[in-house]
């Protein structure tokens, strides 16, 4: 086990992973006995929920103190980077999978099922008219209101946008050293990520409470709470991490050489950016 930063560091035994098998296992259970009718499910989910929460900020707070003690050298920096790289690409196929579906559900299914392929409508929806968005031919007379892309999903846009501009302002600001104007920045961007979801959640409330948008009403609506409900979990993530990066500016934690748990929370940020651009255009302005 090398301790110093002229070596490769090897860490010692760790408690954490079994920590996070043990919530893993709460979570899945009480998720899989929560589909089934059981009363203990969710109980269950939420004390998975919390343990892999305490796993993920115990163990990222030891993971933080080894490189603030300079046991990390440039080989296990690379090592970082290719690790945060494999993630992001995990993420991609992630959500491209979700994509995929809608877009099955939108080019190929409603058309197939709808009329276009006479045989078809004759054989399973006879005289079943479709055209996307719509609840599905088991839901034909289901009255809804499909999202508009204006006026909320164009503001949260003009805000994720904006907080790309301001990660990468502070971004600049911390390799010219400039402490000051990086953890203002820093701020600035963590508002517009937790602005971003107060204005989602308003946007549920209102396809609830109003449209008779649900997870209920049938193809449209389950493709357009997973895909927007995923990314929203998924900025929710990210607000965290630009806090907890935000904290560790003001504690003087990075160097305008040494920062890559700053570059890993901007490269992630800037993700949530592109697929939310994503789902703006074919979830909203395309619908």
Avoid at 251 to 278: C, M, N, Q, R, T
Wanted: proline share 3%.
């Amino acid at each position: 086990m090398a301790g110093t930063s002229s070596g490769y560091y090897v860490p010692h035994g760790s408690h954490w992973p079994i920590i996070g098998s043990v919530g893993l296992t709460c979570l899945l259970v009480g998720f899989a006995a929560f589909l089934q009718g059981m009363g203990w499910g969710p109980y269950s989910m939420v004390a998975g929920a919390v343990i892999l929460a305490v796993m993920i900020f115990g163990w990222l707070g030891t993971v933080i103190g080894e490189g603030v003690r300079g046991l990390y050298n440039q080989q296990v920096d690379t090592s970082f980077r290719w690790g945060m790289i494999w993630f992001i690409f995990s993420e991609v196929m992630f959500f491209a999978a979700f994509f995929g579906a809608l877009f099955y559900a939108r080019i190929l299914s409603v058309p197939w099922l709808g009329g276009a392929d006479v045989a078809t409508n004759q054989l399973i929806w006879h005289g079943v008219s479709l055209n996307w968005p719509t609840a599905g031919p088991g839901n034909a007379g289901m009255e809804f209101e499909p999202m508009a892309a204006w006026p909320l999903p164009t503001l949260n846009t003009l805000i994720l946008l904006s907080s790309g501009l301001t990660i990468t302002i502070a971004h600049h600001a911390l390799k010219a050293g400039q402490r000051a104007k990086l953890v203002l920045f820093m701020v600035f961007t963590v508002l517009l990520g937790a602005g971003f979801l107060g204005l989602q959640a308003t946007e549920y409330t209102e396809a609830w409470t109003h449209m008779n948008l649900t997870l209920s009403t049938g193809i449209y609506g389950s493709t357009f709470f997973m895909l927007t409900g995923f990314h929203g979990m998924h900025v929710f993530i990210g607000t965290i991490m630009l806090i907890v990066i935000t904290l560790r500016c003001l504690k003087g934690h990075f160097s305008p050489d040494g920062h890559f748990g700053f570059e890993a929370v901007a490269w992630y940020w800037h993700f949530v950016d592109v697929v939310w651009l994503g789902l703006y255009i074919f979830v909203y302005v395309l619908a």
